[in-house]
C-alpha cells in the first residue's frame, strides 16, 4: 500500500432534484485515490458511480447538487473552489476520459488544433509548443505517424483510435490524477484489451492515480488494485482487488460476480432436429453514391456466407462492429435484400419471393432487438405491441389480446402490463415485451440481434435464463447474434466467427472455446477480460422444465 | 391530459387559449348577439367610436364597425381553420410517403414541393384567387395551396428519423401493413411538431386572409376584417377607427395563436422547455 492519498472523497453526498426516484444519487461515499494505482468504481446503471466521478471534476449537471462531504485533491477542497479555480485543476490536474469515443471529439476540428487546445487555455504560461508536444502525446498513446496524424480529422480514425487520442488529450497537461468513464465499453473487444493495456502503461509511467469507471467485472479483474462496489449510490463493499474478488462480503457484490456468465460452454448435445434455416452463398454489398458525380464507396458486408440452424438449435453470431453479423440478422428476417445467394425455411427458398408471396413467411420469422429503449413504439399500449404481429396476420381482435397477455406472461410480466406504455418499464421489462412480441407468431426461426448487450449484468443474467426456457419450450431455431463471447458460451450450441463480412470459422461451442483453429478466433478468445480469473463466471443455471407445449396451437 | 395542464400553467398559453376561446364565442354568437348583420346600416356615417349607440363607431355608410368586427371573426376563424386542417393533411400524405418510401419518389415529391416554395406565397394565393372567381371557397383553396410545403418537409424530416428505428423494423418483421406502418405505428409519434406547426398555420392564414380580403380580392358576401381594413384605408385621416380596430382584432388574434404555438412546443418536448419558468 502506498503513501498518502492524492485524492480523498469523504461523505459526499449529491442530491437529486426533488421528484427523482431517490433523495440522493450518491449517499456518503468515501473513497481514496493513491498514486500509482488503480480504483475501479463497478456497479450497474443508476447506481451513481458516474455521478460521483463528475462531482470531482466539478461538472455535476446543473439539477443535481454535492450537498455533504468533501473532495480533497492535495489537502485542496474541490468542493469549495469558484468555479474559475476549478477550471484551473481540470485537465492540469485531474483529466478526464469519457465513454465516447464517437462523440468526444469534434468533428470539425483537426486533431492537433483539438490538442492544442488544451494548451491555449491551460498552459499559456507552460511555454509548449503544442504541435511538437502534441506529436509526443499521440507517440505516447501508440498511434502510428503521429506528425500525419496531427493534421487528420476525427472521422478518419477507427473508434479505438479516437479512444487513444482522448487519453493523449486527457493527459496531455500531466496531471496526477485520471477519472476513466467507461472508457472501454464502446469498444470492440480487441482493442478493448490495448487500450486497458495502454492506461496502464500510462499509469506506470506517470504514478497516475486513475478512477476506472465500469460495469464490466471483467474489465474490473484485469486491472483493477482496489475495488469500490456500488449500488443505488452507496458504497456496499470496498477492499484491495484480489480480496472483493476472491471473497466478496457483501451480498450484492456476490450477486454481481455471479451474473458474470463463465467462458466455459456447459456441455451440450449436438441437436439432430431437423434443418429449418438455410442459407447460402449470401452476398450483400453496401453502395453509397455521389448523386452529381456518380462516385461511389462499396462496402460489402457479407461474402459468400452460409449457414444452416436445426429446429431447437441455437446458433451463435459472433464478430466485432463492422463485420457483417448484423446485416446477416437483417437480411434472414429480411429488412434487407441480398444481393444474391439463398434462403431457404423448410426446404423453400424464399428470398426470391416477392413481397406479396412473402408475407406468409414473415410469421415463421421473427426478431428480438437489441436497444430495449428504441424497439418499443413509446406510443402505443405493451397489449398493443404484443397484439400487434397476431393482428396484421388476422387474428381476431379479442383473441389477439389475449393471447398478447398469456405470451407476457411467459416473459414473466404480469396481464396488467399489456394496459401500460413502454416508459414505465426498465430496460430488462421492455426486452422481455420484445421478446413477447416476437414469441406471439409462434415462429420458427428467431433472430436475436444483441439482445443482452444493453442490459446490466443481474437483468442480462435473467434475460439469458429466459432465452434457455424458451429454446427449451418452443425450440425455435434461433440466430443469436452477439459481441460477447461470455454470453454465447452460455446460450449456443455452435457458434460462427464473422469478420469482415465472412464466416472464419464455425463449430460446436465447446469445441471452438477449448480448441479455436483460426487466428482471429483465437484473438477474440485471448482479448475477453478477466478469463485468467477463475472466480468470474458461473454457469447460469439450466432451468428443468419439461417440453410441452403450454401453448395451444393456432 | 398531462398536456394540456401542462399548457395551461404556460401564462402565454393561458392567456392565448382565453383570447381564442372569445373569438370562437363571439364568431358563435355573432347572430344572436347582432341579428341584423354587419352589412346593415345602422347609424349616421362617420360616427366616431366610444360613443352610446356604437361603441366602436360607424363607417362611411353608417354600419357599425363592432357588428362587424364580431362577424369578421366568423370569416377569420373559418377560412384560417378548414385552410389549415387542408394544408396539415396534404403535408402529411406527401411528407409521409416522401419520408417513408424514399429514393426516386421522395426526390419527386420534393422537388415539386420546393416548386410550390419557390413563389412567394402571398402573392401566389393572389394569383390563385384571381384565376378562380373570389368566393370563400377558392380563397380556402388558395391559402392551403401555398400553405402545405413546410408541413410536407418536417413531416418528411421526421419520418426518415423515425423509419429506421426498431419499432418500426419490428413492425415490418411482424409483418405490419405499410399503411398501417405509416398511420398507426409512425404517424403518432410525428404529430406533436405538426401540431405546433398548425397553431402558427393557423395565424399565418388569418394574415393571408386579411392580405387577400384588404386587395378586394375577398369574398363580397362576408364581412372579414381584411375587408374593413381596406374600406377604411381611404379615410383613415378622417376615421382613423375603420382601419385600426380590425387590424387591433388581427393581432391581438395572431398574437394569441403565436402564444398557444409557443406553449405547445414546450408542453410536447417538455426537455426542451429553456430553463425553469418559475
Redesign the interface.
Known sequence: MSDTPILRIAGLSVALPPGADRAHAVHELSLDLHPNRTLCVVGESGSGKSLAALAVMGLLPPEVRAVAGTIELEGQNLLALPERAMRRIRGRRIGMVFQSPMTGLNPVMRIGDQIAEQFRFNGRDLGVDPRRRGIELLDSVGLPEPAKLLDTYPFRLSGGQRQRVMIAMALALEPSVLIADEPTTALDVTTQVQILKLLRELQERHRLAVMFITHDFGVVSEIADEIAVMRHGELVEHGAASRVLEHPVHPYTKQLLAAVPSLEPPPRAPVKAPIVLQAQALQKTYRSRDRLFGRHREVAALRNVDLAIRRGEVLGLIGESGSGKTTLGRVI???LQADSGSITIDGTEVSQLPRRQY?PY??R???I???PF???????TVGQ?VA??LL??GMPAAQAHARAREFLRIVKLSEQAAERYPHEFSGGQRQRI?IA??LA?EPDILVADEPVSALDVSVQAEVLELFEEIRVRLQPAMLFITHDLRVAAQICDRVAIMRRGEIVEEGPTAAIFATPRHAYTQELLAAVPGKSQPVLGHSAPRPVLPIVAEIEPT | MAIMYRLLRHKGAAFGAAVIALVVILAAAASILYPAGPFEMVGGTFEPPFQHAYPLGTDGLGRDVLTSIVYGTRVSLLVAVVSTVVAVTIGLLVGAVSGYFGDRLDDLLMRITELFQTIPSFIFAVVLIAIFTPNIGSIVAAISIVSWPPVARLVRGEFLAIRH???V?????????TP?IIF??IL??VISPVVVLASLMVANAILLEAGISFLGLGDQNLMSWGYMIGEGRSTIRDAWWLSVFPGIAIVVTVLALNLIGDGLNDALNPRLARGVRA
Open positions: 428476417v429480411r429488412l408475407r414473415r410469421k420469422v421473427q426478431m432487438f437489441q436497444d428504441s424497439s418499443l413504439n413509446p406510443r402505443r405491441i400487434e404481429g396484421a396476420h420484445g412480441r416476437a407468431l | 428505428r426498431e419499432y423494423e419490428a413492425a415490418v418483421v411482424l409483418g405490419v401493413s398501417r398507426v405505428e403518432p409519434n
